[in-house]
């Protein structure tokens, strides 16, 4: 069943993603915190589980910034095909 009060969309499977850069918070609330700032919030595409999200294009470093300032802990991966 689909959450629908999760203010970032979950990508719909099966789909296939190459080049990306992948944000992973330390739990599903952690993320959902993530999401809900603005400074980060923004430059999340899509969630791809209930603790990763698809990061926009051209916005890691200033995603990476709002991180460093905000003091969260995340593992940010950059995926190459």
Known sequence: M????HPLPLL???VGIR??????AESATHLLRLVRDPKIGRHL???I???KALVDRGGEA???A???TGGHR????????
């Open 62 to 64: 200033a995603l990476a």
């Open 12 to 14: 719909p499977w099966p």
């Open 45 to 47: 595409l899509a969630r």
């Open 74 to 81: 995340v593992k940010v991966t950059r995926c190459e095909p």
């Open 19 to 24: 080049a990306a850069t992948v944000l992973e």
């Open 49 to 51: 589980g209930d603790r």
């Open 2 to 5: 689909a959450d629908d009060s």
């Open 66 to 68: 709002a991180i460093r």
